[in-house]
């Protein structure tokens, strides 16, 4: 479980903390989670996501079993500099959706002294390293990678297999679209769909 870092006051830098996995492993909830209870310790929090998701809800962020809190949809990474200041904690949906600003944009604001949680997937539908969480992931304090569990096996999942016919690399879905897979299942998946075409 992580546990949030201590405040010292005389160091004026926050930092970056990145949760990262596959589909349906519980990213948005921990994000949600840290970031209640910073509202809890009466800090001041601002929630952004991507505009382009908009599964569930417009002006929350919301995770798949319905635990919300209030955000605000930007169009670009820039848009969050400008609205986080004079924020103690930012909080950051869907960050492989943000354009590669948005790594520049955490690290300036953990400079300025914010704490910066990032949730994101780390890999896309093809098992290849999404947008840009990698570049996150290198320059965080904390990553914590979370499991969602193999619909095929039982066994921890960290894949999202696509499973739908499209190409497209940003594709919102759902259950319907994707399905956590483990490393083996999704290479029988993977080598299955191979061999269909």
């Given at each position: 479980?992580?546990?949030?870092?201590?405040?010292?006051?005389?160091e004026q830098?926050?930092?970056?903390?990145?949760?990262?996995?596959?589909?349906?492993?519980?990213?948005?909830?921990?994000l949600?989670?840290?970031?209640?209870?910073?509202?809890?310790?009466?800090?001041?929090?601002?929630i952004?996501?991507?505009?382009?998701?908009?599964?569930?809800?417009?002006?929350m962020?919301?995770?798949h079993?319905?635990n919300?809190?209030?955000?605000t949809?930007?169009p670009?990474?820039?848009?969050?500099?400008?609205l986080?200041?004079?924020?103690?904690?930012?909080?950051i949906?869907?960050?492989?959706?943000?354009?590669?600003?948005?790594?520049?944009?955490?690290?300036?604001?953990?400079?300025q002294?914010?704490?910066?949680?990032?949730?994101g997937?780390?890999?896309?539908?093809?098992?290849?390293?999404f947008?840009?969480?990698?570049?996150?992931?290198?320059?965080?304090?904390?990553?914590?990678?979370?499991?969602?569990?193999?619909?095929?096996?039982?066994?921890?999942a960290?894949?999202s297999?696509?499973?739908?016919?499209?190409?497209?690399l940003?594709?919102?879905?759902?259950?319907?679209?994707?399905?956590?897979?483990?490393?083996?299942?999704y290479y029988?998946?993977?080598?299955k769909?191979?061999?269909e075409?």
């Amino acid at each position: 479980m992580f546990l949030e870092n201590t405040v010292n006051h005389k160091e004026q830098f926050g930092w970056i903390e990145v949760i990262c996995g596959s589909m349906f492993s519980g990213k948005t909830e921990e994000l949600i989670r840290r970031l209640k209870r910073a509202q809890f310790a009466k800090q001041k929090v601002e929630i952004f996501k991507p505009a382009i998701d908009t599964r569930y809800h417009d002006d929350m962020v919301v995770s798949h079993d319905a635990n919300e809190i209030r955000s605000t949809a930007v169009p670009a990474a820039a848009n969050i500099a400008i609205l986080a200041q004079g924020c103690d904690v930012v909080g950051i949906d869907e960050a492989q959706f943000f354009d590669d600003e948005i790594v520049k944009i955490c690290n300036d604001l953990a400079n300025q002294g914010i704490r910066v949680i990032v949730a994101g997937l780390d890999m896309d539908f093809k098992g290849n390293p999404f947008g840009p969480m990698p570049a996150l992931m290198a320059t965080a304090e904390y990553v914590t990678k979370v499991h969602a569990v193999c619909t095929r096996t039982g066994n921890l999942a960290n894949y999202s297999f696509r499973k739908t016919d499209s190409d497209k690399l940003v594709m919102l879905g759902e259950t319907e679209e994707y399905e956590p897979l483990s490393r083996a299942a999704y290479y029988h998946a993977m080598r299955k769909n191979d061999e269909e075409k």
